[in-house]
Each structure stands twice: as C-alpha cells, then as structure tokens.
C-alpha cells in the first residue's frame, strides 16, 4: 500500500520561500510519477509541479515556473517543492500525489495514491 505524508506547510509573506515535503512509502517508486498538486477554498484541485521518479524529468504549471522547483531524494523516498517568491494566490492546500505509470499527466483523475494536504497560507 503506497503511504505519502506531506510536511513543511505553513504561513509566509508575500516573497517569502516555504518548501514542503512529501515521505513515500509502500512501493518501488522507479515507474512512477510523483506530483504536487494544490487547492484553495471554492476551487478545484489544480496541478501545480510533477517529476518522473526514473529520470528526473519535470513538468511545472505555467503561473509558477521559474519559482518553484520540484525535487526528489532516492535514498530517502521523498519529494520536495520548493516555493520562492509566493504570492497570495499561491494559498492552499498543497497535496502530494503518485501515479504508477511513467506518463506525466497533469489531471488529478490520472493519480492513483494522494497524502492528507499541508496548508500553505501566503499573506499580503
């Protein structure tokens, strides 16, 4: 069974850098896609970042390129998203997700595992 612990949320100014992290467990994760993705109150859930565990390949929504990186640890099973320069509408809960397939999607119905959310909150 494929357990993701989301960590690292918070709150944080305008400009400010918050990283949130994402503990894997339960499989081998070489044939999967790992993702972020977030959602705010009233909204649907949206893509945010994706990387293909076996190469590294990266994928990112246009509106936080150049701001925010997706990373992943092999040792350790984990998956970071570093966020730099937040805005207010970066605000959500940001939710890690895996998807066992080597296909980089970005429709959260293409994902099959999902942790609890971490609340990032981005003040003005």
């Known amino acids: 069974q494929v357990l993701l612990v989301e960590s690292g949320g918070g709150l944080v100014q305008a400009g400010g850098s918050l990283r949130v992290s994402c503990a894997a467990s339960g499989r081998t994760f070489s044939g999967y896609v790992m993702a972020w993705f977030r959602q705010a109150p009233g909204k649907e859930r949206e893509f945010v970042a994706a990387i293909r565990w076996s190469d590294a390949f990266t994928q990112y929504k246009d509106s936080v390129k150049g701001r925010f990186t997706i990373s992943r640890d092999n040792a350790k099973n984990m998956v970071f998203l570093q966020m730099n320069n937040l805005k207010p509408e970066d605000t959500a809960v940001y939710y890690c997700?895996?998807?066992?397939?080597?296909?980089?999607?970005?429709?959260?119905?293409?994902?099959?595992?999902w942790g609890q959310g971490t609340q990032v909150t981005v003040s003005s």
């Open positions: 997700a895996a998807r066992n397939n080597i296909l980089v999607l970005t429709s959260h119905q293409s994902y099959n595992y």
